[in-house]
């Protein structure tokens, strides 16, 4: 099995786009001339994150939310489908913000190019057509080598923060479930009670946690040492 290291070994062209107060790296196979590529994910993205600024400057009950919000029914699209789907974690809606971003930019892409991957704040998403391998755990005291979890050739999101890592059907789950888990940790949680919690969703696909120097995966995470990956 050939894994391409990240950013694959691919024919493909990367831009980096600001976009209000997000900032998205974006590579891929384009099917247009780039140009016509960054402008419609510009004004596309822009359009939503403005109306979305406005609403939350209006709704603070919403915007600091930490637990979920009942939907009222005059929320924009994308804060009504961010509230649905954090909900099932427990977790307010804009701790995921940055994944619908991304889920957001890549439907946008998906008929501009091939091999997409989309970076928006931490949460990355895959449209590729074969493995590649994305750096998740670097060099630390707690562990003794650069770790990269392989993603596969689907539609893949993946979020991970300095403990956990999740791999999901989409960036707002993956998002959310870093949420949860890293609160659960705060909180005094248990790994296995955090894995457990988190296996229960059907559409988080896999992840890894690191507690005291011991790595523990579940799903379909498989992480390899960097070294290894071409």
Not at 37 to 61: A, G, H
Not at 115 to 140: A, K, M, Q, Y
Not at 159 to 184: N, W, Y
Not at 190 to 199: E, N, R, T, Y
Request: with cysteine; glycine share 8%.
């Amino acid at each position: 099995m050939e894994i391409c290291s990240f950013p694959a070994e691919l024919p493909r062209q990367s831009f980096t786009l600001e976009v209000r107060d997000l900032t998205f790296e974006v590579s891929l196979e384009p099917l247009h001339p780039l140009s016509d590529i960054k402008e419609k994910l510009y004004y596309s993205v822009y359009d939503v994150k403005k109306t979305v600024d406005i609403f939350l400057q209006q709704r603070p009950d919403i915007r600091y939310a930490l637990e979920p919000v009942s939907v009222l029914g005059d929320e924009p699209d994308f804060i009504s489908s961010l509230m649905d789907e954090t909900s099932v974690l427990a977790v307010g809606p804009v701790a995921a913000m940055e994944g619908g971003f991304a889920d957001l930019a890549l439907k946008i892409l998906e008929n501009q190019g091939r091999d997409i991957v989309v970076n928006c704040g931490g949460v990355s998403i895959f449209s590729c057509r074969r493995e590649i391998c994305l750096p998740v755990f670097t060099l630390s005291s707690d562990i003794k080598e650069d770790l990269g979890v392989v993603v596969p050739p689907r539609k893949t999101a993946v979020a991970f923060d300095d403990t956990l890592m999740i791999m999901a059907a989409g960036g707002v789950l993956a998002q959310a479930a870093v949420k949860c888990g890293s609160l659960e940790l705060s909180a005094g949680g248990s790994v296995d009670d955090i894995i457990d919690l988190l296996k229960r969703h059907r559409h988080i696909r896999g992840g890894s946690l690191l507690r005291n120097g011991i790595i523990k995966s579940w799903g379909g995470a498989v992480l390899l040492s960097l070294s290894e990956v071409r």
